[in-house]
């Protein structure tokens, strides 16, 4: 292991794997594919199951030399204590929500998130955990909602697909005042663009699926503990978890309750792809958001458009808080056409953008909203959440931006 000096962002991920001690001098972190992990001496399998071992495997269920390596590299991409990586962005949600809230708990969310998220609202509400959703773009609506027993706030730094983006700071503030968990989903900025610990986030999620795997050939999600809520006073900390540091509780209990027990574990070959595509995570977000905005700009000018959803246009209400916070606008663009009969054409006229759901792949993709991913959520959540039946979403990826500019120009005129 070689000394680590003062380093910034994409340095510091290069060379996590060497810094935290990379075998037999690779340097990457191996892929480690045992479940098993034995001990010569019974005591120190003991110590790892009773906690006291430093660090110790036991059961690959509950992570491998393999995904600790890339929980660490998320924590230091977030500023944060501590991570922990699951299969997928929903099993780190569900892991995180049905962990921390109980039946009789209040959940403040905002009311524009994404579709699978909203659905697992459902399910807490099932449960006897109360939820409202309010437009979070403005902190007044949260605090409206709390009430005595409100746990939990969540927002997404950045919308999908209508690109809102929440009051970060004030809702920060008021979780402060209130001693309300702050959860955070981080999923279409990126730490790289924006760390929510700056605006008082006590919690994280990333779907690692998106930006920070980059390249559409792995599923993960991880949780990021920031280190900044007080643990010691929240009263779901089952006892068995409230030992040592309360720092560390929360996570812990995640850890065991959402991880272990409902085990939506992160493969140890997905987190090494993974963490292979977070070395350029910086890269690529710079590249696909000066590439977004180009196309933003030139849509909102052209005469067939009605309106373009991107953070970094004036015309985009929250422009002045997207300026503030993030270092760029993220590849997350959406649009609607004045003809609505053109929305299925457009996409179809289209060469380069692939018709295809997800996001934050190397390649663009597009898919029309209403037809697809906001199906199943019905016309009224559709218009409770601003999506028109032409909203049309991209997912800007890393073409040569004249080439997806000279695409829309050809689909546009036809
Ligand atoms: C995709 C996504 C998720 C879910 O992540 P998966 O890895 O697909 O399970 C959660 N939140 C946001 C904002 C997302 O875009």
Redo the contacts with the bound molecule.
Sequence with gaps: MSTKPAVDFTTQIVHADRWGGAEKGAIHQAIHSSVQYGYDQVEDLIAVFQGTAKVGYNYARQGTPTTAALEAKITQMEGGTGSIAFS??????CAMFFTLLKAGDHLVASKF??G??NSVFGTLADLGVQVTTVDATGAAQVQAAVRPNTRMVFV?TI??PGTQVPDLEGIGALCRDKGLLYVV?N??ASPYLFRPATVGAGLV?N????SIGGHGDA???AITDTGLFDWAGYPNIFEAYRKGDPKGWGLQQVRKKGLRDMGGTLASHSAHQIAVGAETLALRMERSSATALALAQWLEQHPAVAKVHYPLLPSHPQYARARKHFKAGSWLLSFELKDPGDCLPLCNRLRLPIKATG?ADTRTLIIPVAHTIFWEAGPEVRANMGIGDSMIRLSVGLEDAQDLLADFEQALAG
């Design positions: 997928t962005g929903m099993a780190a949600l998130v994404f699978n998220t997404e919308a999908n989903d999923t279409v999620m779907s690692l699926t998106k599923l993960g999600g996001l």
